[in-house]
């Protein structure tokens, strides 16, 4: 993993893994507590990068481990930007999944696994954007800075 930039904008590079994802989250992390952002954001971004990585990871280059993934972040005074870009499979569609959630009711044994990302992810963020440009996929993803 490369990271490179100043405290308040800077971009991370990594090969798509769980690794990755891991280092990525960690150094995302640090550098929002060193920014002072709280700690209830920072909970949420948190979740939400890893629901986004592990997209990538598992999803766009589901065949392809070897490939890279790029982060930039930009922490502003009242929010906090993430661009991630990576050259794996477009979302279908090229369009956002709207992250309902999954039917949830019923014995505890028969709830789904999975199927609760992109609600997470469109309910912790202030704003998602996605698109499909030169053969790479473009997530935008904000935060309030001091979101409840």
């Known amino acids: 993993m490369t990271l490179e930039g100043t405290p308040t904008d800077f971009t991370l590079t990594a090969t798509a893994s769980e690794l990755a994802v891991r280092d990525t989250l960690l150094a995302v992390r640090s550098r929002l507590s060193e920014r002072g ?31 890279d993934f790029l982060l930039k972040v930009s922490i502003k005074p009242d929010r906090l930007c993430f661009h991630l870009r990576d050259g794996g499979a477009p979302l279908p569609g090229l369009c956002l999944p709207q992250g309902k ?27 998602v954007a996605y698109e499909r440009r030169d053969g790479m996929n473009h997530l935008t993803l904000e935060f309030l800075r001091n979101a409840p």
């Open 37 to 67: 952002v709280c700690e209830d954001t920072c909970g949420s971004v948190e979740l939400v990068m890893a629901e986004a990585l592990n997209n990538i990871v598992e999803h766009a280059y589901a065949t392809d481990q070897e490939r």
């Open 101 to 127: 959630l999954p039917d949830h009711t019923g014995p505890r044994d028969d709830l789904p696994e999975g199927g609760f990302g992109w609600f997470l992810i469109r309910d912790l963020t202030e704003r």
